[in-house]
T-cell receptor
Framework: EAGVVQSPRYKIIEKKQPVAFWCNPI?????LYWYLQNLGQGPELLIR????????DSQLPKDRFSAERLKGVDSTLKIQPAELGDSAVYLC???????????FGQGTRLTVV | KQEVTQIPAALSVPEGENLVLNCSFT??????LQWFRQDPGKGLTSLLL?????REQTSGRLNASLDKSSGRSTLYIAASQPGDSATYLC?????????FGSGTRLLVRP
């Protein structure tokens, strides 16, 4: 069974530029999460989807961040414009539902210069 | 607001030693608790999940316990090996989202 797939693995951009991350969850997993992880810290939730509906986006900085999960399968997270403080690892995870074990992708390491 | 704390932040032990990692949380209203492993530059690998109604889960050399009333969980690693070196994160499922501790960085010396 394929795991959660994220791309790209690494991204370096200049500040004020846009960037997008893509996630393909495990087949059949209804719940999809985007997390942000700063160095030496645990991941923090940005947004949670149940199928195609964003059910918890309370911690998503909506002035510059946006996300979508069309057709309830893969998802895209976008930042526009990026700031220096956005440098971090962006992790995608999925689970059968929101009470089951979560499986994480390898993450996208973003560096904003 | 749920807060998760992991102690110690770092741990170095000789190979073969049994060890315990600690996790505490402030709000006992959780659905479950998961322990993850993270290798440098990699994503998280789920090790064990304990439902709120359970007291412990075992997988190979790993045993995780949960005391929801006191807000504590422990991860016990038996006969540690150098390959166990990684960061171990606990996460509580609270309000249908995982809230993580900052992790314990484990080094097992050959």
């Amino acid at each position: 069974e394929a795991g959660v797939v994220q791309s790209p693995r690494y991204k370096i951009i200049e500040k004020k530029q846009p960037v997008a991350f893509w996630c393909n969850p495990i087949s059949g997993h209804n719940t999809l999460y985007w997390y942000l992880q700063n160095l030496g810290q645990g991941p923090e939730l940005l947004i949670r989807y149940e199928n195609e509906e964003a059910v918890d986006d309370s911690q998503l900085p909506k002035d510059r961040f946006s996300a979508e999960r069309l057709k309830g399968v893969d998802s895209t997270l976008k930042i526009q414009p990026a700031e220096l403080g956005d440098s971090a690892v962006y992790l995608c995870a999925s689970s059968l539902d929101d009470s089951e074990r979560a499986f994480f992708g390898q993450g996208t390491r973003l560096t904003v210069v | 607001k749920q807060e998760v704390t992991q102690i110690p932040a770092a741990l170095s032990v000789p190979e073969g030693e049994n060890l315990v990692l600690n996790c505490s949380f402030t709000d006992s209203a959780i659905y479950n608790l998961q322990w993850f492993r993270q290798d440098p530059g990699k994503g998280l690998t789920s090790l064990l999940l304990i439902q709120s109604s359970q007291r412990e889960q075992t997988s190979g050399r790993l045993n995780a316990s949960l005391d929801k009333s006191s807000g504590r969980s422990t991860l016990y690693i038996a006969a540690s090996q150098p390959g166990d070196s990684a960061t171990y994160l606990c996460a509580v499922n609270s309000s249908y989202k995982l809230i993580f501790g900052s992790g314990t960085r484990l080094l097992v010396r050959p």
